[in-house]
C-alpha cells in the first residue's frame, strides 16, 4: 500500500492542525492505522491508532489534544491536533498496520513535517 501524509506546516503554539494519510487501498485491509511521530535525536513514538474496529489509543503526551479517525470510504486517515505545543514540532509519519487475514504488510509513509512555535 501507498501511504500519502498531507496537512503539515507551521502553527502558532495554541493553534490547530489536521493532517490526512491517503491509503492507495481499503484501509479494512489493515489490522489499524496510525500516525507517529519522531523529532530529531528522538526516537519515533506513537501518537495515536485506530484500528479495524474503531478503537483507539494514544500517546501519553497528545491525549486529550490529538484526535485520530478513519473514513473508509475514502481510504483516509486523520489526526486532528489541537492545542499544539511547541514539543509537538515533528515529522508525522502515517502508518498501516498488515493483516495476516487481509494479506497486506506493514506500510509507512514519507512523512509530513508539523512545526510549532511559540
Known amino acids: 500500500v501507498q501511504l500519502v501524509e498531507s496537512g503539515g506546516g507551521l502553527v502558532q503554539a495554541g493553534g490547530s492542525l489536521s493532517l490526512s494519510c491517503a491509503a492507495s487501498e481499503s484501509i479494512v485491509r489493515f489490522d489499524a492505522m496510525g500516525w507517529y511521530r519522531q523529532a530529531p535525536g528522538k526516537q519515533r513514538e506513537l501518537v495515536a491508532r485506530?484500528?479495524?474496529?474503531?478503537?483507539?489509543n494514544y500517546g501519553d503526551s497528545v491525549k486529550g489534544r490529538f484526535t485520530i479517525s478513519g473514513d473508509v470510504a475514502k481510504n483516509t486517515v486523520y489526526l486532528q491536533m489541537n492545542s499544539l505545543k511547541p514539543e509537538d514540532t515533528a515529522a508525522y509519519y502515517c502508518?498501516?498496520?498488515?493483516?495476516?487475514?487481509?494479506?497486506?504488510?506493514?506500510?509507512w509513509g514519507q512523512g509530513t513535517q508539523v512545526t510549532v512555535s511559540s
Open positions: 485506530i484500528t479495524r474496529g474503531g478503537i483507539t
Open positions: 502508518a498501516a498496520e498488515g493483516s495476516i487475514i487481509w494479506h497486506t504488510a506493514d506500510s
